[in-house]
């Protein structure tokens, strides 16, 4: 099974420090969700994984392989990003082709399936398709290439909802059939919500939270009732954000309850989702409650 380890990986552009000395293993057969607001650093860190661009410092290996001028590494890892790489004049068909030359055993009969299944035009032009259709069309290359590690940025950017769902599907139906890494980079965090199994949660430039998904929502609440209650009950608790209707107020705490504390019968304590999980954590609002 092939494992990626990033070293303590920084990125500047010019003066801005976009990742601060990153440590992750991507590693056994699991979804990743890589989660960061807009400009979190979340593409320039696949990009520096796929060798698309080089790190300020540290090192990316790949089974033990620096990335760095490596095909053979490179060739464990498919990311499929915004750019794009194909030529105009190009027919999506050929550009099926030209991918197998890099990853050779790519499943033709599944990315015919796909493209049935999307109508997707083959003997269109890459120049000719809709923003969308890029999207389908690398989609399709990204679940048919034979990696071992799929990086997925935005998958869905341009997708209809129609789209996005089928995507969803076969991003499973291609999992369940061979389990790899696959990291999916998105804002739409409601609709992968069910798919991702670990999360990966990029904030200014650091990574603020690996850990599984399973264990980040057993130690998120909601803790709901009257104002004043509400507050007494979460005072020194790790509260990350609260919503008011009313004189209700709902605060969201992530981390360990006080087992000690009495739960008066108006306050309630409920588990929250990912999304609220995530906006809590990187609204900026944790910080100021925090302070
Ligand atoms: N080639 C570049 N030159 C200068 N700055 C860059 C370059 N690429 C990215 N940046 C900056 O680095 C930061 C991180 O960008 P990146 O695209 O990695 O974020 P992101 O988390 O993928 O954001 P989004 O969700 O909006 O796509 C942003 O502030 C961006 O402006």
């Given at each position: ?23 992750l293993t991507l590693a056994g057969q699991t979804i990743y969700g890589l989660l960061g607001r807009n400009g979190a650093g979340k593409s320039t860190l696949l990009n520096i994984i796929e060798n698309r661009i080089p790190a300020t410092s540290g090192s990316v290996q790949i089974d033990g392989e620096d990335n760095v001028n ?222």
């Open positions: 099974m092939t494992e990626v380890n990033l070293t303590q990986i920084s990125k500047k552009f010019g003066k801005s420090t976009v990742l601060k000395q990153i440590d490596n095909d053979l590494a490179l060739g464990k890892v498919y990311l499929m990003s915004e750019q794009n790489l194909y030529s105009n004049s190009a027919k999506v068909d050929q550009i099926f082709r030209e991918t197998a030359l890099f990853y050779p055993g790519f499943d033709f009969e599944l990315a015919h399936q796909l493209t049935n299944k999307f109508e997707l035009n083959e003997n269109l032009r890459f120049g000719k398709l809709s923003t969308g259709y890029r999207a389908v069309m690398k989609d399709i290359i990204a679940l048919a290439v034979d990696a071992e590690v799929i990086l997925l940025d935005e998958p869905t950017l341009g997708l209809d909802a129609a789209h996005r769902e089928l995507f969803y599907q076969e991003l499973m139906e291609a999992y369940a059939k061979r389990p790899r890494i696959f990291v999916i980079s998105t804002h739409l965090i409601e609709e992968i919500a069910g798919l991702i199994e670990h999360v990966l949660l990029l904030k200014d430039g650091k990574m603020m939270l690996n850990d599984t998904t399973e264990n980040l929502l057993a130690q998120s609440y909601a803790i709901t009732g009257p104002e004043k209650q509400v507050q007494e009950y979460t005072a020194g608790l790790n509260v990350i954000g609260h919503d008011s209707l009313g004189k209700l107020r709902s605060d969201y705490v992530f981390g360990e309850l006080d087992d000690q504390r009495i739960l008066p019968d108006t306050v309630s304590v409920e588990g929250i989702d990912l999304q609220k999980l995530f906006i809590n954590l990187t609204n900026g609002q944790w910080e100021k409650e925090r302070a």
